[in-house]
């Protein structure tokens, strides 16, 4: 039946191998004791809601031999010529030229330091000799290096050619101390003229302006550590063109510059065909939303290369009448290969996904769309249908959500053109409590995943960056005939991200190995190899369309956007507290480089403390005022702690710390959610470790006893403003001064509004007490407030001409909103993830907005703050080079001992 005449249209609401053992922050990932005779759980790991994610086939070869990095903390320290041996006994085959898959094999019964090699379907193909693998497996089962294979020649009768490239620590003191240890272990190691990875192109601030202003009340050198903060001098009234004149031009699409033959320029995307204008559609298509339908339609049917042709399809060649090839692997196949179905839309936001994927609904042919949303936005979806499609074709819509709801069958859920759901219930109905370890084998009887769906659409689809989760093992188990992603993020932390979205989207050849997605892209890309720059260039022109608003065919009219990075100068005081912290953060990096395997994780956790204080100090020492002095001593202590009042509190302090360090849940790799501490000072998403204590009752990073769930401590609960004694509102930082300049320059504009984003409700609260003394009323949005609170600041923001000022969270505010209310933004600290920020200022800088707008970054001079700013430079790079464009950034991991040393260097 088609989609334009189903009946009863309305709305209803019936609210083997691990391939990625990714440890956490340069650590083994946790493990997971297993029963007596039982296999090794070497694929399966606890997602990020306590079930078990199994996302890979087998179970029986622990797999310890892959690259635990983005990349950049690798290096290739030479090559092998060596041999793959049995290969008689073995189906497995690949062709010269081949990239293969080296693996640990320690519960062989034969050989314990058997080392097997796959081929790209994952068949083994034979065994590295004894003698190579005696010498190898320990550096392998340390997690000291990481290999990777290449066929060097063809298949013989008793044994097969191979290229083993071995990789390890990029650090020099760490790396010589391999290469030596290697030698004296008479490893066969040859060197090989294969780049380490580049140095990054520091980021370098213009020189300063000479205008007598630092950024503080007064001239820089007028105030000194001996003058009382609490007495500041008048602030010096400056307009926003003098502001503008002492701040540096910036704009962050434009942090590099890439050849536009490598990938879809924006000339290329302006001559892509269009789509006529759905029928049943009631709003118009802009031209290029009709191109982007256009495009939808073409990769829900795509075909191979023609005999004779020189395209390239997903990675696929046609190398003869009888042959395909894949580009990345060289996997070579006389079997035409699965193509995926689908792709990655990754426009801009306020570009209209949405509108072009209810478009693709509508001209995609009939079958159920099943449509997994953010709770938060699956309202957004009923809505923009009914409100987009013409009432005579309109689309059957089902709410599919909440605990109430009655799970339906393959039968019922056919009587419906669209189902919108939750990322979490996918979740659930994939791995149900009490299941552990395996996804449901699909089909099911009813449920999500007992339909074949004409097509899945991820929305806000980074969400299944790290392929290790819940949320991606869950939607890649679900059937359907093509799959979306929609996200104006889809490289959010690394190139890493895009495997996920790789296996989700069913693309086959290689690269859906984690393993060789590694060898071929993460590490070579770390190493600034065009050959796989080109290769990533080549997937995404294929199965992604990004466009931006400011490209010229695109034409949204948006007024213009100033970006500007607002440099200021460090009081002699601050400066003072800034180099204090500082210096100490140089001595444990010092520490580390002279004992890198002494106590590094206590060393490692005391660095981030110290580069979190330094990031604060940058805008207040207030925020650093209550550092706990003698927290190293407390992580030191051996084992687990007595729960005492006074112990809970300092583990609270331990929690705090991997909270403001956005660290991850060590077991499901997801940022903490629900973030708790054990009484061993190790820190884990809730739902996580209370899964781990019922299976095992131990802490899976350091093997303490852990009874039951009493032994985990929640964060403290934040005091709220209005009882916060702590603050004194005469207390001023240069930043908040340069801050409050802004503000008032501003409000010369009687209808200007300001955002003001920071990462630290702490340092919200400081603003906060110094616009009421200033007597500026202000709104204010944060993840602590109930919705209702939100709504209500949202509305003051909008509707109120006396409200001009609005406080948000940058986390929690970044997405989601809209603030076009405002025109001014101030970021007021800068975000690890440039991505973010990008998201936080297009929530002012969108369709709606109907006045010219600017955006502030606040930077202390010869600070952490300004190298944050090459990091970030960086990751834009990165993103760069996989569209063709000065594009938006990934989150720069500060957590790496690299990234560390970098920032203080």
């Known amino acids: 039946m088609s989609n334009l005449g189903k009946r009863n249209a309305g709305f209803i609401d019936l609210t083997s191998d691990d391939e990625n053992p990714t440890p956490h922050r340069k650590q083994a990932r946790a493990s997971i004791n297993q029963p007596s005779g039982s296999q090794p759980r070497s694929s399966q790991s606890l997602n990020g809601r306590g079930s078990w994610a199994d996302p890979d086939e087998e179970d029986e070869v622990l797999d310890l031999s892959q690259d635990a990095d983005e990349g950049s903390g690798w290096t290739c320290v030479g090559a092998i010529d060596g041999k793959i041996v049995g290969v008689r006994y073995y189906n497995g085959y690949a062709t010269p030229g081949e990239q293969v898959m080296i693996r640990r094999e320690p519960s062989n019964p034969y ?7 796959n081929n790209v379907h994952d068949t083994q193909i034979g065994h590295l000799p004894r003698n190579i693998a005696s010498k190898l497996a320990p550096y392998m089962d340390s997690r000291t290096i990481v290999m990777e294979g290449v066929i060097a020649g063809e298949k013989a009768t008793f044994d097969c050619p191979i290229l083993l490239k071995v990789f390890g620590p990029a650090e020099p003191i760490a790396r010589a101390q391999l290469e030596a240890r290697m030698k004296a272990d008479k490893v066969p190691l040859k060197k090989r003229n294969i780049a380490a990875p580049k140095k990054p192109v520091q980021y370098q601030p213009p020189p300063k302006k000479q205008t007598g202003y630092s950024g503080s009340s007064q001239p820089s050198n007028s105030q000194t550590s001996s003058q009382p903060m609490s007495q500041p001098e008048p602030p010096i009234e400056l307009s926003i063109r003098d502001l503008a004149d002492n701040s540096e031009r910036f704009n962050p699409r434009e942090a590099a510059k890439i050849v536009e033959a490598w990938g879809a320029g924006e000339s290329a995307l302006a001559k892509m065909p269009r789509a006529n204008q759905p029928i049943g559609l009631k709003s118009i298509l802009l031209p290029y939303q009709r191109q982007g339908l256009a495009w939808m ?4 049917n795509p075909v191979l290369p023609a005999v004779g042709s020189k395209d390239i399809v997903q990675l696929w060649k046609r190398v003869d009448k009888n042959n395909f090839q894949n580009i990345a692997t060289n996997y070579k196949t006389p079997i035409a290969p699965t193509l995926s179905r689908g792709g990655i839309l990754a426009d801009d936001m306020g570009l209209g996904k949405t509108l072009q994927v209810i478009s693709t609904i509508l001209e995609g042919g009939p079958g159920t769309t099943l449509i997994v949303a953010p709770v938060g936005v699956m309202s957004n979806w009923s809505s923009q249908i009914e409100r987009h499609v013409k009432k005579e074709n309109a689309l059957k819509v089902l709410m599919y959500h909440g605990s109430s709801r009655k799970r339906l069958t393959q039968q019922e859920f056919a009587e419906y053109d669209v189902v919108v759901t939750s990322y979490g219930l996918v979740g659930s109905e994939c791995m149900p409590k009490g299941s552990k370890s395996s996804p449901v084998k699909t089909p099911t009887k009813d449920g999500l995943f007992s339909i074949n769906w004409r097509r899945v659409v991820l929305d806000e689809g980074h969400q299944i960056r790290n392929a290790a989760t819940r949320y991606a093992v869950a939607t890649t188990n679900l059937l359907a005939t093509s799959k979306w992603i929609l ?5 959010v932390n690394t190139i890493k991200d895009l495997h996920s979205m790789i296996k989700y989207m069913g693309i086959t050849g290689g690269l859906e190995r984690m393993e060789l997605f590694n060898s071929i892209l993460t590490r070579p890309l770390a190493a600034e190899d065009p050959n796989a720059e080109l290769i990533l260039q080549s997937f995404m022109r294929t199965m992604c369309l990004r466009r931006r608003k ?12 100033s970006e500007y990075v607002h440099h200021i100068a460090f009081r002699n005081d601050e400066r003072e507290k800034y180099e204090a912290i500082e210096s100490e953060a140089k ?5 580390f480089n002279e004992q890198p395997y002494k106590k590094g994780l206590n060393v490692y956790r005391h660095l981030l403390e110290i580069l979190l204080r330094l990031r604060q100090v940058c805008n207040h020492w207030k925020l650093c005022e209550k550092r706990v002095t003698d927290l190293m001593a407390f992580l030191e202590s051996d084992g687990a702690v007595a729960l005492t009042k006074e112990n809970r509190a300092a583990l609270q302090a331990v929690l705090q710390l991997s909270i403001d360090s956005q660290e991850e849940c060590s077991i499901c790799l997801e940022d903490l959610h629900n973030p708790v501490i054990t009484a061993c000072k190790h820190a884990f998403g809730q739902e ?22 009493d032994c985990l401590v929640h964060a403290a609960v934040e005091e709220k403003v209005a009882e ?3 603050i004194d509102v005469n207390t001023k930082s240069s930043k908040t001064e340069a801050l409050m300049s802004i503000l008032t320059a501003s409000r010369r504009d009687s209808k200007s509004k300001v955002v003001i984003f920071s990462q630290w409700t702490s340092f919200l609260n400081i603003i906060q007490h110094q616009l009421n003394e200033a007597n500026m009323k202000f709104a204010r949005i944060d993840g602590t407030m109930p919705a209702h609170v939100r709504d209500a600041g949202m509305s003051a923001l909008e509707n109120d001409p006396n409200c001009r000022i609005l406080l948000a969270s940058l986390s929690a505010c970044s997405v989601g909103l809209n603030l076009v209310a405002a025109d001014t933004v101030i970021l007021a600290d800068s ?3 440039p991505a973010i920020e990008d998201q936080a200022v297009d929530r002012v800088h969108r369709l709606g907005q109907t006045r010219p707008c600017t955006v502030w970054r606040l930077v202390m001079e010869d600070s952490i703050e300004e190298r944050v700013l090459a990091i970030q430079a960086e990751k834009r790079k990165l993103v760069g080079k996989a569209f063709q464009e000065k594009a938006k950034g990934g989150k720069a991991k500060t957590t790496g001992m690299s990234d560390i040393m970098k920032l203080l260097a």
């Not at 050989?111 to 090699?117: F, G, K, P």
């Not at 001595?587 to 520490?591: E, F």
């Open 831 to 833: 975000w690890w993830a």
């Open 688 to 709: 996580c470790i209370e899964r781990t204590i019922e299976l095992q009752h131990k802490c899976p990073m350091c093997r303490a006893e852990l009874v039951d769930k």
């Open 550 to 561: 400011d490209m010229a065919f695109v034409d949204l009219k948006l007024p213009e956007k």
């Open 487 to 491: 996200t104006g993020t889809p490289i």
């Open 724 to 726: 916060d004694p702590e």
């Open 297 to 300: 339609l073409e990769k829900e």
């Open 587 to 591: 001595g444990m990096v010092k520490i």
């Open 111 to 117: 050989d314990s330091n058997a080392i097997r090699v």
